[in-house]
C-alpha cells in the first residue's frame, strides 16, 4: 500500500511503480537537482548548427523558464538497462548486423559503460521502469549548463575545447566508451556527468526544424518538438 516499507522481496510494496527501490538491488542513478528558473537556449546566429534551406535547428537563441526538475547524476549503464531487461520491462538493445558492441550490455567487464544501441522508444521504456522520464531537450541544455543556465559558454565546464581523454572521452579517444562518471572534468557544477562526452544522449520528442522560430523569450516550459526526426543530443 501507499507509504509502506519497502520488504526488498521483488513487489513493489509501497505502489510507487518500482520495485524494492532503496534496496541492495536498486541498481538507479542517484538523482540531481536542476532548479527552476531562466536558461539560455540554443545558439547564436553566428553559431548555428543543423542548416537546412535557411532554418537552423537551434536558432535564434532564447531565454526561457525551465520549472525544476530531477535529474540522473550519468548515462544509463549497460548494468542498469540489462536489470530492466532481466525484469522485462525493457527490450534488449538492438544493434546493427554482426556489431561486436552488440552483446555489450551483457559482458561484465562493460557492466559500468553507458548502454549502446538503444532507441528513443527502449529509452523511454527505461525511464518508466525506472519511475523516471525522458528530459526534453531545453531540459537537458538547462542540465548541461549547471550552475550557470544564463551563461552562454561552449561546453559544461566552460569554452574550453576539451582535450581527448583527459577532459572527456571525445574525438573517440577511447574507442569505445567510457565507464560513467570517469572525467571529472566532464561534470557539471550540479553534479550531472558526461554531458560533453562519451555517448550521446536521447531526449523526449523530436527534431521540430521550425521550433525555435515559434519560441519566446521566457516562454515557460517550451514543449519539445512535436514533428521529425527522433535525434539524439
Known sequence: ????????????????????????????????????????IGNP??????????????????????????????????????????????SPPRAAPNAESAAWYVDPARVDQPVVWV??????????????????????????????????????????????CVTANVANCLGEPADARSYMPDRTALGVFDLGGNVSELVAGRLDRMLYGRLRDMQRNPPAGEVGEYVPV
Open 1 to 40: 500500500f501507499p507509504g509502506a516499507d519497502e520488504a526488498c522481496d521483488g513487489v513493489d510494496n509501497d505502489c510507487n511503480g518500482f520495485a524494492d527501490d532503496g534496496c541492495p538491488t536498486d541498481l538507479r542513478s542517484p538523482l540531481v537537482e536542476i532548479p527552476g528558473g531562466a536558461a539560455l
Open 119 to 164: 532507441s528513443q522508444v527502449q529509452a523511454a521504456q527505461y525511464c518508466a521502469w525506472a519511475g523516471r522520464r525522458l528530459p526534453n531537450e531545453f531540459e537537458w541544455e538547462k542540465a548541461a549548463r549547471g550552475d550557470a543556465p544564463e551563461q552562454a559558454r561552449r561546453y559544461p565546464w566552460g569554452d574550453g575545447a576539451p582535450e581527448p
Open 45 to 90: 546566429m553566428g553559431e548555428a548548427t543543423g542548416c537546412a534551406d535557411g532554418i537552423c535547428d537551434d536558432t535564434p537563441q532564447r531565454t526561457v523558464i525551465i520549472s525544476r526538475f530531477l535529474m540522473e547524476a550519468h548515462e544509463v549503464t549497460n548494468g542498469q538497462f540489462a536489470a530492466c531487461v532481466a525484469a522485462e520491462r525493457c
